[in-house]
């Protein structure tokens, strides 16, 4: 029984990448420029658009480390999905119209692009890379490590295969993640990113409903075994505590417009209206996948409270052992393959941004002019980023997690005053955005390497985020307003 | 005229100001939970009881909670088109205020209702209402989007003057 498990399970994994390989193949013969490598010649329609950008955002955290949180913290860390539909419609009012008309006047490739036309500032655009790219390494680092991760847990579970290395693991993960990202760039990120949306919302609805039949009393019995080991942890701040959970709110319900792997796509659909269904996809594939990690992280708890499954020694691994307790073997593999999925739509939308911020953005703000045969120096860059980020999360220790923690809470700082509030506020300065930018850095870098904890478990990434949106918005107010490019004044006034 | 980024400016200093609350606040560790007594270290936390955990962190988290919600739906109205605002600012005026009380509710109940043995579907009143209420409720916000879109985000006649836009530019460019 063990075995047909953990085969049906291997065959979903193997399967998946499968297909991701050939969706690399197939959408390498529609790849035939920088444009369509890094904005997929803007012509996704609705439904691809709207499912990529809800699966970027749902990355192996939401899979793995949110139920664990759930499990470890009660109710504290669904303020992150509570937080997750207001912040998505904070990003397309803002930025669903404006991102879009700024990216087809400028024939922007990349987020940075349109910084530096906006402010019209080769500094806001160098920042804003760098920004970028240090963000990528560590979230990159991350999420390949957690591939690798999985897929040795699948491939040692299975009785054929035995012990495999994580380097191994790590190995091929790479290669089919790099694979599909050199040879179809954006075009097979966002396909793959379909198929990997539709297997995480189908996954997760089926695991909740597998979840709460797995506790006898449903979702009455489950709350009323927690309530009443401690009725904190099923309250709404759970065991973190309100500021925790309210930062957590502040932070996700403003920091999604601040990340790049998700508003980047809002450049990419093909008629400029076709936003208004996107917000409602993104929106409804996100809270269904999230039911996932509500879900199994507290019906993990409730039957660890209640004897009726052994005590967890890591709380990341109340999903894993969800699915091998309790979950038909199809389930599981569909979830695993689900993981991969979480996992690898993140990673590729990574990929492609931290590739154009080294091929494109970074030589035009120091040269003043792009790479020669750009289209193949960003197939090389995505290549050399993978390897780079994989050595990098295999070798750096803690840095990788440290940077992985680093990434949401510095994007957010950096590029929601600079891009949310200063493309649609014509008063907005470039010292502004430089000044909120370099803040976003040094708080960021300053706490978590200093390793300082704030009061009442305020999250460091609130703190830097309220802190750059007081001085973008101070040091624009106390200015005199900026001489924009007509062009970008009108588009402005749409 | 558009007075929307000063008033999100005030709100901002506002929450600065809380925010200065929380390191004025004592904070006793055992706030943020616990390790569970009867389980591995790091894998299960509880916390102190509401009543321990109440008092001014609860008033202070409470402000930055409505804070929040007001700068984050308020907000909404900066990405309204310029030339069409007309009646849009005040419905997302009153969405956010709605959203806010929404919240409150949530800490009302939290502090007032969750002792007792109060049910729904299953969950304290408070964490339904969290779930069942407060998540899904921007979801009025995206019809809006939808239905709005051609009158308050980008008007044809504007998308129109859009392309003319571009056309120049490109011809300029050429």
Known sequence: MTFDRETIVLVCVLGYMCMCLAIGIWAMRRTHSTSDFFMAGRHLGIIVTGVAVFSSMMSGFGFIGGPGLVYRMGMSSVWIVVAAPIGYCFSFFLLGKRLRLMAELCDSISLPDVVAARYNSEVCRLLTALAILLGVMGYLGAQILAMATVLRNVLSNHEAIGPVSLEMCMAVSCVVLVFYCVTGGIIASVYTDVIQGLVMVVAAVLVFGAAVKSYAGGVGGVVEVIHADNAEAILPWGTLGMVGCLSWFFLFALGAVGQPHIVTKFMMNRRITDARYILAFAVIGYLLSALLWIGIGLVMRAHVLAGSHTALVDSDQAAPQFLQTFAHPVLAGLVFAGLFSAIMSTADAFLNIGAAAVVHDIPRSLRGRPLVRELLWARVATGVLAVVASVFALYSGDLVALLGAFGWGTFAAALVPTVAIGFNWKRATAPAAITAILSSLLINFVVKVGNYSLPHGLQVGALSLLVSLLLFFGISLCSRPPQLDPDIEAVMDF | ?174
């Open chain 2, 1 to 174: 005229m558009n007075k929307v980024p000063e008033v999100l400016f005030g709100l901002l200093i506002c929450m600065a100001i809380v925010l200065v609350s929380f390191f004025l606040i004592s904070d006793a560790p055992e706030d943020q939970g616990f390790e569970h007594p009867n389980y591995p270290k790091n894998t299960m936390q509880q916390a102190p009881d509401g009543s321990e955990r109440g008092g001014w962190v609860t008033i202070s988290a409470s402000c930055f909670g409505v804070l929040t919600c007001l700068f984050v739906v308020g907000g909404l109205s900066l990405g309204l088109s310029p030339r069409q605002v007309g009646f849009a600012p005040w419905i997302l005026t009153i969405a956010a205020v709605i959203f806010a009380s929404l919240f409150m509710l949530v800490v009302f109940l939290y502090v007032g209702v969750d002792n007792s043995a109060a049910r729904l579907w299953g969950m304290p009143l408070s964490t339904a209402m969290m779930l069942l209420v407060l998540t899904p409720s921007p979801l009025v916000l995206v019809l809006l989007y939808m239905v709005a879109f051609p009158r308050w985000i980008l008007p044809p006649e504007e998308k129109t003057r859009f392309d003319n836009l571009v056309a120049n530019r490109r011809a300029r460019q050429q």
